[in-house]
Nanobody
Framework: QVQLVESGGGLAHPGGSLTLSCAAS????????MGWYRQTPGTQREMVAT???????NYADSAEGRFTISRDGEKNSLLLEMNDLRPEDTGIYYC???????WGQGTQVTVSS
C-alpha cells in the first residue's frame, strides 16, 4: 500500500505559523485528490483542505484565508501552510489520498498560549 508520512506538527502560539508536510512513497501524480483532515478527541475527522490534480483547492470555513494547501511534485509531498493559528486549530492532522484511499499516521498540532 501507499505509505504517507506526515511531519511538521508541534506547538505554536496563537497567531503563529506551522507548515505540515506529507511525503508519499509514490509519485503524487498518482492521486486524483489529496487532502488534510483534522481530528480531536471525541470528534469526527473533518476535512481541512483538499487539492485535486488540476490544482482546484477547497478549504473548510475555519481554514479559508489562513491555510494554504499545495503539492511539491519534486518531493512527492503534500504541504499545508498554516498561518494565524488559533487554539481551535489544535488536533491531529492526517494526510489523505484518493484513489487509493489511504491515510497517514497523523501529526499533532497544538496551539496554546
Amino acid at each position: 500500500q501507499v505509505q504517507l508520512v506526515e511531519s511538521g506538527g508541534g506547538l505554536a502560539h496563537p497567531g503563529g505559523s506551522l507548515t505540515l508536510s506529507c511525503a508519499a512513497s509514490v509519485s503524487i501524480s498518482t492521486f486524483s485528490v489529496m487532502g488534510w483532515y483534522r481530528q480531536t478527541p471525541g470528534t469526527q475527522r473533518e476535512m481541512v483542505a483538499t487539492i485535486n490534480m488540476n490544482g482546484l483547492k477547497n478549504y473548510a470555513d475555519s481554514a479559508e484565508g489562513r491555510f494554504t494547501i499545495s503539492r511539491d511534485g519534486e518531493k512527492n509531498s503534500l504541504l499545508l501552510e498554516m498561518n494565524d493559528l488559533r487554539p481551535e486549530d489544535t488536533g491531529i492532522y492526517y494526510c489523505r489520498t484518493w484513489p487509493p484511499g489511504d491515510w497517514g499516521q497523523g501529526t499533532q498540532v497544538t496551539v496554546s498560549s
